[in-house]
């Protein structure tokens, strides 16, 4: 069974920049899509960024430019690195495992197994 467990959240000034992880056990990193999504209070769950096996990569218009996703496979590891924070990033950011050989899809019915959650909060 698949775990994942995000860290690195934490609040920080409008500009600012975090770094998040996600650590991934269980079955063999390398062959799986990961994702990033977020979830604000009173919104749905919205993609953030995904990332396949090739690591080809995806990015919700909204963060194009200022996030960047990313793996470590001999780590299996997933980062999220988020510059040019902005207060509309505040969200409970959470990572998810895709398909075997799998496209960084877009939609959460994509992506089987989630984590816990991290909370990034941007102060304005």
């Known amino acids: 069974q698949v775990q994942l467990v995000e860290s690195g959240g934490g609040l920080v000034q409008t500009g600012g920049s975090l770094r998040l992880s996600c650590a991934f056990s269980?079955?063999?990193?390398?062959?799986?899509?990961m994702a990033w999504f977020r979830q604000a209070p009173g919104k749905e769950r919205e993609f953030v960024a995904a990332?396949?096996?090739?690591?080809?990569?995806n990015y919700a218009d909204s963060v194009k430019g200022r996030f960047t996703i990313s793996r470590d496979n001999d780590k299996n590891t997933l980062y999220l690195l988020m510059n040019s924070l902005k207060p509309e990033d505040t969200a409970v950011y959470y990572c998810?495992?895709?398909?075997?050989?799998?496209?960084?899809?877009?939609?959460?019915?994509?992506?089987?197994?989630w984590g816990q959650g991290t909370q990034v909060t941007v102060s304005s």
């Open positions: 990332i396949d096996w090739r690591s080809s990569t």
């Open positions: 269980g079955r063999t990193f390398f062959y799986y899509a």
């Open positions: 998810a495992v895709g398909q075997k050989w799998g496209s960084p899809q877009v939609r959460p019915q994509d992506y089987a197994d």
